[in-house]
């Protein structure tokens, strides 16, 4: 099983500033990775598929980078709607996996 | 508008059973792979299973054995058999549709349906 490790826990940031979530695999997973976003009380929504592909109605400011064990979400500027819980996920092979997540909280 | 809406959550004994179901609306469900995802309270998600087109299937260690994925296209509808439960499958599970541009990411989750296995 691939083990997605995200970092770090928590990013308290203020709405305008940078933020840069890290995944990292337990071995390599090509460029097949994803990104979700998760508000409190709802569903997942795709963000970012194939490691920077956005999906349809995702935002300019959010953009996927890496390859192999090593991949960054970047959120380029925090907008209030932007605080929640970001989750990658391994397509790569069986079992999907997820990672741990980041919660993106107001600081 | 594309949907999907589970059903059949609720409070179950450990080692009994619990059927949920995901009906599908607004895209053409026969042509869309379809998995379940699990959350257990305050904690990540977990992919618990895959059926394809076909219905050809894939489980996570957790619940193989256990559990069976199951689809009728003619109804729009993807259920999920759960058997011997246990206190860990405690969890809000969603069904979600694979991206076609991306197999096995997922573009459209349903809202939810818990499952509490407690005596």
């Known amino acids: 099983e691939i083990v997605l490790t995200q970092s770090p826990g928590t990013l308290s940031l203020s709405p305008g500033q940078r933020a840069t979530l890290s995944c990292r695999a337990s071995e390599s997973v090509r460029s097949y990775l994803a990104w979700y976003q998760q508000k409190p009380g709802q569903a997942p929504s795709l963000l970012i598929y194939d490691t920077f592909n956005r999906a349809t109605g995702t935002p300019a400011r959010f953009s996927g980078s890496g390859s192999g064990t090593d991949f960054t979400l970047t959120i380029s500027s925090l907008e209030p709607e932007d605080f929640g819980v970001y989750y990658c996920?391994?397509?790569?092979?069986?079992?999907?996996?997820f990672g741990g997540g980041t919660k993106v909280e107001i600081k | 508008e594309v949907q999907l809406v589970e059903s059949g959550g609720g409070l179950v004994q450990p080692g009994g059973s619990l059927r949920l179901s995901c009906e599908a609306s607004?895209?053409?469900?026969?042509?869309?792979?379809m998995d379940w995802v699990r959350q257990a309270p305050g904690k990540g998600l977990e992919w618990v299973s895959y059926i394809s087109r076909n219905s050809d299937t894939q489980y996570g260690d957790s619940v193989r054995g256990r559990f069976t994925i199951s689809r009728d296209n003619a109804k729009n509808s993807l259920s999920l058999q759960m058997d011997s439960l246990r206190a860990e499958d405690t969890a809000v599970y969603y069904c979600?549709?694979?991206?076609?541009?991306?197999?096995?990411?997922?573009?459209?989750w349903g809202q939810g349906t818990l499952v509490t296995v407690s005596s």
């Open positions: 979600a549709r694979e991206f076609s541009g991306s197999f096995h990411s997922f573009d459209v």
């Open positions: 607004g895209f053409t469900f026969s042509v869309f792979e």
């Open positions: 996920q391994q397509r790569s092979s069986w079992p999907l996996t």
